[in-house]
């Protein structure tokens, strides 16, 4: 398979509303995960052009921030306000692969994403928090062995790794398994 067949994009909370740029964490995962000619996208959620973060936002109102979007995307405006900008983020691939942090799942779910795009998405969700799971081509649910918030929504996840709720990206399990889930998702046997 021809590697501009895919594509892989980070899909969390936005820590600050007004930006989406990848965090250097992110990029550093992708960039020890993912072969250099695989195709990724260097924007979280929403996946429109906003401009870079001005300063690093503290903790607690990334906290307060990721927990507003969750309860918004709640809402039905949230799926009709997003749901377009993400399908023709990834309309021209195949098969697309995200990794959805924490509330991304969520987020995920509530975009209510047509039948025809969830065939193609493999979600890696780490440290999930939702109150139910997409109907995808793949999913895999990878919770932190200290992690209670996502224990609370999914107490039996696929695997369970040695991190907490903020270390995911640093866990080499977690590099790991998704190394794995990448390469299956590249096969012909997940379309």
Not at 47 to 69: H, I, M, T
């Amino acid at each position: 398979m021809s590697e501009g067949q895919i594509i892989t994009a980070f899909l969390t909370g936005q820590s600050d509303p007004a930006a989406n740029a990848l965090s250097e964490r992110q990029r550093a995962f992708l960039d020890r995960t993912l072969e250099p000619a695989h195709a990724r996208l260097l924007q979280n959620f929403p996946y429109s052009d906003l401009p870079s973060p001005a300063a690093a936002v503290p903790l607690w109102r990334a906290s307060v921030n990721n927990s507003w979007q969750y309860l918004e995307s709640r809402r039905e405006s949230f799926a009709s306000r997003h749901r377009d900008p993400v399908l023709a983020a990834f309309h021209r691939y195949p098969r697309v692969v995200l990794l959805a942090g924490s509330c991304g799942l969520e987020l995920l779910v509530n975009l209510r994403l047509p039948a025809g795009f969830l065939k193609r998405l493999h979600v890696f969700a780490y440290g999930p928090v939702s109150r139910r799971l997409p109907d995808c081509a793949r999913l895999c649910l990878v919770q932190g062995s200290r992690d209670p918030i996502s224990r609370w929504w999914h107490p039996a996840p696929h695997h369970r790794i040695p991190c907490h709720h903020m270390d995911y990206l640093e866990c080499r399990e977690m590099a790991d398994l998704f190394r794995d889930f990448h390469r299956s998702a590249l096969t012909p046997a997940h379309e």
